[in-house]
């Protein structure tokens, strides 16, 4: 999933810093954040800053401090709140896409927090809904094994449950 993830990153640095001015960068690095928990998340936070500023010919540097500052507010509030919910990833969403709004300046500000609120929210009930399937699938898979296991030991099974 975080390869998955990082692919998502490079393509939406592509898309924001060519095609689009909404804050794709911020919503995948959001979503980095919740998913994988890990230090390494500030260095793809602070690479795809710089490889944004170039794109967009802004101050080297801008960019990513700001994705700095948001994984840091996210990483300061994993202990007070639980990061995997649909509502802190909305919640942070929305107030991060704002500032960005007011930071980077943007037409039609408001229109584009709410499509980041949403896109980030699509995408994270997609990704909760296919770690629910993988997660099946591995259990009913495991199931299927230990039902072998007990078939194949329940005579060793029948044996100690008949003794005192």
């Excluded at 994705?67 to 919910?85: A, D, N, Q, T």
């Excluded at 107030?95 to 980077?104: A, D, Y």
């Excluded at 408001?110 to 997660?135: H, K, R």
Aim: proline share 4%; glycine share 4%.
């Amino acid at each position: 999933m975080e390869k998955v993830l990082i692919g998502l990153l490079i393509i939406a640095v592509v898309l924001q810093g060519t095609v689009t001015s909404l804050p794709l960068v911020l919503l995948i690095l959001i979503l980095l954040a919740v998913k994988m928990r890990s230090p390494n998340v500030f260095l793809l936070a602070f690479v795809s800053g710089m490889v944004l500023d170039i794109i967009l010919v802004h101050p080297p540097g801008v960019s990513s401090i700001f994705f700095l500052s948001v994984l840091l507010v996210i990483f300061l509030y994993e202990r007070k709140y639980e990061l995997s919910s649909l509502i802190f990833v909305l919640s942070i969403t929305a107030v991060m896409s704002l500032i960005s709004s007011f930071l980077f300046p943007t037409p039609q500000r408001f229109l584009q927090v709410i499509l980041a609120i949403v896109i980030n929210g699509m995408v994270f009930s997609l990704i909760e809904f296919l770690i629910m399937i993988i997660i099946n699938f591995a259990i009913q898979k495991n199931k299927k094994s230990y039902d072998k296991l007990l078939e194949s030991n329940k005579s060793v099974i029948e044996k100690a449950s008949e003794q005192p």
